[in-house]
């Protein structure tokens, strides 16, 4: 349950635990998250899939409270209002979010009835880029749901697939992201996550 409203809520947020499917609006990739609260305007949701505030997905529920029949999948436009590492729970990360609209859509989704562009936004995450012969350390300058811009100085080649590191300093871990490389140039690379790959922690250094 959340343990204020700094996000000035006009509906009281329920109760409410379910899982729920994230579709990214860019690269229609699907992921899985628990839901822990909901209200007609935002809910509250975990899940080990990295997201930027201010980023947009889809929402998918099966089993909403305000649904007009039992077992109805309703499925929300929203948008990441803001993230928090989680210290107590089997999730890394806890997001608000706001509804911004139902949209009609299948259980799984069709990303490609609805446009995937989005502006990235901008951050300075630490990250080690490791390939299949060689690991570079890096700086994620921006981010969106589909994939990052890294700042580093060693050359690295398109189309190689690479995993990212990103260090969870409070909870002495590392979260793993696996993606590709889609441009290079003298200031680093773009990467393209993997549209459906679990993140995994290993033991930070």
């Known amino acids: 349950m959340l343990e204020d409203n700094s996000e000035k809520r006009s509906a ?16 229609g990739a699907i992921h899985k998250a628990r839901m822990l609260n909901f209200s007609k305007t935002g809910l509250y949701f975990e899940s080990n899939f990295y997201l930027i505030p201010g980023a947009e997905i889809y929402v998918g529920i099966s089993n909403s409270p305000y ?7 309703e499925c929300y436009r929203s948008t990441i209002q803001w993230r928090k590492f989680l210290e107590d729970s089997a999730f890394d990360y806890g997001y608000g979010v706001e509804l911004t609209g139902q949209v009609s859509r299948d259980k799984r989704g069709d990303s490609k009835a609805e446009s995937r562009s989005h502006s990235r936004k901008s951050c300075s995450i630490p990250t080690l880029i490791q390939g299949t012969q060689r690991k570079v350390r890096g700086l994620i300058k921006n981010a969106s749901c589909g994939g990052v811009f890294i700042r580093c100085s060693e050359a690295l080649t398109i189309g190689q697939r690479v995993f990212l590191t990103i260090p969870l300093r409070k909870k002495r ?25 679990p993140a995994t922690s290993l033991p930070a250094a």
């Open 12 to 27: 009281v947020r329920l109760d409410y635990r379910e899982p729920i499917i994230l579709e990214t609006l860019e690269v």
């Open 67 to 73: 649904a007009s029949a039992p077992g109805v999948y």
């Open 173 to 197: 871990k590392i979260v793993t992201r696996a993606g590709e490389i889609v441009w290079a140039d003298p200031n680093g690379v773009g990467i393209k996550f993997d549209e459906e790959t």
